[in-house]
């Protein structure tokens, strides 16, 4: 596929290819790149190579610009994915990386182990049996469960080895 530009839609490109550069936006600057390379005549083997690319993305971009121009191929549909977490569980981790510094991502994950899988434990009970199926002893004691939870270390969830030929 051989993309064709005027000179004025070249100069248009290079013109929004240099804004997009200086706003730090490299990953549509590089699409861009993507459309002035085909159109001098470079092959998608050799864009691809050129912008440290997959080729199949070169081509991706390509149909993208044939097919809308600009607008579609600066177009990003990229959905995130938002996790397991409720809203309200969301606003107690964010208090708690507010409050605290973690030094890494096992660590905000055990706290969320340790804080939400008892709840969620609790959660599927209630929502399995029902409230009325539940008695009050199950109630107390998973609630017991679920404040020592907060007390218990994380190194007692996952015990490392402990070299003792010291």
């Known amino acids: 596929m051989s993309i064709d530009l005027t000179k004025d839609e070249l100069r248009k490109l290079?013109?929004?290819h240099r804004r997009l550069k200086n706003k730090g936006d490299a990953k549509s600057a590089d699409r861009i790149k993507t459309i002035i390379s085909l159109?001098?005549?470079?092959?998608y083997s050799e864009v691809?190579?050129?912008l440290l690319l997959d080729e199949t993305t070169i081509r991706e971009y390509a149909?993208?610009?044939?097919?809308?121009?600009i607008d579609e191929l600066l177009a990003y549909y990229y959905k995130p994915y938002?996790?397991?977490?409720?809203?309200?569980?969301?606003?107690?981790?964010?208090?708690?990386?507010?409050s605290k510094?973690?030094?890494?991502?096992?660590?905000?994950?055990?706290?969320?182990?340790?804080?939400?899988l008892l709840m969620g434990a609790f959660a599927y009970l209630l929502s399995k049996w029902g409230v009325s199926q539940?008695?009050?002893?199950?109630?107390?004691?998973l609630s017991l469960l679920?404040?020592?939870a907060f007390a218990l270390p994380v190194v007692l969830l996952w015990p490392k080895k402990i070299n003792r030929a010291e």
Request: aromatic share 18%.
């Open 14 to 16: 290079l013109k929004l």
């Open 39 to 43: 159109a001098k005549g470079y092959s």
């Open 48 to 50: 691809a190579e050129i």
């Open 63 to 69: 149909k993208k610009y044939e097919k809308g121009g």
């Open 82 to 98: 938002e996790g397991f977490l409720f809203d309200y569980e969301i606003e107690i981790l964010c208090e708690e990386l507010d």
């Open 101 to 116: 510094i973690y030094l890494d991502a096992k660590a905000v994950c055990a706290f969320i182990l340790e804080a939400f």
């Open 134 to 141: 539940l008695h009050w002893g199950w109630f107390i004691g």
């Open 146 to 148: 679920g404040s020592m």
